[in-house]
């Protein structure tokens, strides 16, 4: 099962910074929150990662909030081939260092000239 | 440095059919994954590898799906027989430590 809730669709203008909230209530202590995003008919692409500390990488930051119940992904300066559905994910730990991410549905981002 | 690769792209069967799926992980990665993505979901793991060796199943219908990685590389991804509700993309990844990277998916269409 998810466990991430996230709007199914949002709008952003082209040029301003697009913020796409996620709520993770149940998350463990030991487990990351990942983002990545889908454009149509292609495989979903890394964005960032994190813990409980903020983090920034030339794609996006990531913000968590300090009960680490929610975050929000930002994108400083969104354009048009930004649109896509960005999901944001939970990261399980297995055995062996091994582990898995459990998906949600996803917000459709819309970037609107 | 080379993705994930995949083939084929595109496949359409009749149901009760079979089709296989390839994958060709980034060089190096130990991890190997088959998704399941129908068409406005997120993707459902079906089987994970590490190496050669199965690290979970559990969501894999193993009534009509197989997958294998005999050499600890590449990977295939079976179903037999193909129904109607399998049509989806099948999207391979592999993993680094920290990052899971996708291939850009198999899209099946049964009919």
């Known amino acids: 099962d998810a466990k991430t809730t996230q709007p199914p669709s949002m709008d952003c203008a082209e040029g301003r910074a697009a913020n796409l909230p996620c709520n993770h209530s149940t998350i463990s202590g030991n487990e990351y929150v990942y983002w990545y995003r889908q454009i149509h008919s292609q495989g979903p692409q890394y964005i960032i990662h994190?813990?409980?500390?903020?983090e920034t990488n030339e794609m996006a930051s990531l913000i968590i909030t300090e009960d680490r119940k929610s975050s929000t992904l930002i994108l400083p300066h969104a354009t048009l081939r930004d649109t896509a559905v960005y999901y944001c994910?939970?990261?399980?730990?297995?055995?062996?260092?091994?582990?898995?991410?459990?998906w949600g549905a996803g917000t459709k981002l819309i970037i609107k000239p | 440095e080379a993705g994930v690769a995949q083939s084929p792209r595109y496949k359409i069967i009749e149901k009760r059919q079979s089709v296989a799926f390839w994958c060709n992980p980034i060089s190096g990665h130990a991890t190997l994954y088959w998704y399941q993505q129908i068409l406005g979901q997120g993707p459902k793991l079906l089987i994970q590898?590490?190496?050669?060796?199965?690290?979970?199943d559990s969501q894999l219908p193993k009534d009509r799906f197989s997958a294998e990685r005999l050499k600890g590389v590449d990977s295939t991804l079976k179903i037999q027989p193909a129904k109607l509700e399998d049509s989806a993309v099948y999207l391979c990844?592999?993993?680094?430590?920290?990052?899971?990277?996708f291939g850009e998916g198999s899209w099946l269409t049964v009919v």
């Open positions: 994190g813990l409980k500390n903020n």
């Open positions: 590898f590490q190496n050669n060796g199965v690290v979970d």
């Open positions: 994910i939970v990261r399980v730990a297995l055995y062996d260092s091994n582990y898995q991410l459990i």
């Open positions: 990844a592999s993993s680094t430590q920290n990052t899971i990277y």
